[in-house]
């Protein structure tokens, strides 16, 4: 059976950083794209970031410049390394994996994690 498991969330103060990790049990875990997407309370998912099969990355305006994705094969692991965070990134955040094409698409992805909370606070 398919896991993937979050862990990183928390609690920080406006300006601070924090850093997600996802634990993939997919077999042949190179062969999938890994994405990040986050909800906030009463609001829809919301595409944050993906890493491709071969590591080319792609960003949601909202986090370009601040976040960064990166994903490490020989662990099955995919790491979200979020600076100079704001209150408006406060959601839980989600990875998610895909052979899909369509990377920045939410209903394209096959598996999800339970997600992870993270609280800015002003």
């Known amino acids: 059976q398919v896991q993937l498991v979050e862990s990183g969330g928390g609690l920080v103060q406006t300006g601070g950083s924090l850093r997600l990790s996802c634990a993939a049990s997919l077999r042949s875990f190179s062969m999938y794209a890994l994405g990040w997407f986050r909800q906030a309370p009463g609001k829809s998912r919301e595409f944050v970031a993906v890493?491709?099969?071969?590591?080319?990355?792609f960003y949601g305006d909202s986090v370009k410049g601040r976040f960064t994705i990166s994903r490490d094969n020989a662990k099955n692991t995919v790491y979200l390394q979020m600076n100079s965070l704001k209150p408006e990134d406060t959601a839980s955040y989600y990875c998610?994996?895909?052979?899909?094409?369509?990377?920045?698409?939410?209903?394209?992805?096959?598996?999800w994690g339970q997600g992870t909370r993270v609280t800015v606070s002003s």
């Open positions: 890493i491709t099969q071969s590591a080319s990355t």
């Open positions: 998610a994996a895909t052979r899909n094409t369509r990377i920045t698409t939410a209903s394209m992805y096959n598996y």
